[in-house]
């Protein structure tokens, strides 16, 4: 049962410090995004991969946040230095743009991170 | 105004009514439209995919797309508690736009 994974699954910080979370596509897919939610916004694409080379980070503040894909396997999302408003549910998802059509989205459980 | 617009609800219904969920957008180049039910503290899932206009149908659940209006519905027969759940729209290609979601509770 192919399935994204993320870590850590609960992630609670102070106020300036780093924040690294790491995502495990569904093995074959060549597309990777990153997604917050939160109540108020709900779902917000930050970045998004193909092939490993971003597309588009421009939902992300560049100040403090950066998104990597060291490998196909392995997507990383990290926060330095982390705020309180960084407070959310970060939700990776993956999917296989090879069809032409839409890429469909199969999503993971997300980090639910709580900055004090 | 949010490209993709979806009532938050949340919406009560008893078992074995029919649910009626819908969104509209603003983007006409918008050709892909999907559905993703999200479980408490789970990530969202996809329910249903529809390209275009028209009608899909799986199960219980049909997808409806009305381009001339900028609509879009899902509607649920025979909602059952499991139903119980957080759905929301989305529209476009790669870059899907997310609705903010409408929460459905189902009782018994």
């Known amino acids: 049962d192919a399935r994204v994974t993320q870590t850590p699954r609960d992630k609670v910080t102070e106020m300036g410090q780093e924040v690294t979370m790491r995502c495990q596509p569904i093995l074959g897919h060549n597309t990777v995004f990153w997604y917050r939610q939160t109540m108020m916004q709900g779902l917000e694409l930050l970045a998004y991969?193909?092939?490993?080379?971003?597309?588009?980070d421009s939902g992300m503040p560049k100040d403090r946040f950066s998104a990597e894909m060291p490998d196909a396997t392995l997507a990383t999302l990290k926060i330095q230095p982390s705020e309180p408003r960084d407070s959310a549910v970060y939700f990776c998802?993956?999917?296989?743009?090879?069809?032409?059509?839409?890429?469909?989205?199969?999503f993971g459980p997300g980090t639910r991170l709580t900055v004090t | 105004q949010k490209e993709v617009e979806q009532d938050p609800g949340p919406l009560s219904v008893p078992e074995g009514a029919i649910v009626s969920l819908n969104c509209t957008y603003s983007n006409s180049a918008f050709q892909y439209f999907m559905w993703y039910r999200q479980y408490s503290r789970k990530g969202p899932e996809l329910l249903m995919y529809t390209y275009s206009s028209g009608n899909k149908e799986d199960g219980r659940f049909t997808a409806q797309v009305d381009k001339s209006s900028k609509y879009i519905s899902l509607f649920i027969r025979d909602s059952q508690p499991s139903d119980s759940a957080t759905y929301l729209c989305a529209a476009n290609t790669d870059k899907l736009i997310f609705g903010t979601g409408t929460r459905l509770q189902v009782f018994p």
């Open positions: 998802a993956s999917g296989d743009s090879t069809s032409g059509r839409a890429t469909e989205q199969y």
């Open positions: 991969f193909r092939n490993r080379a971003p597309l588009d």
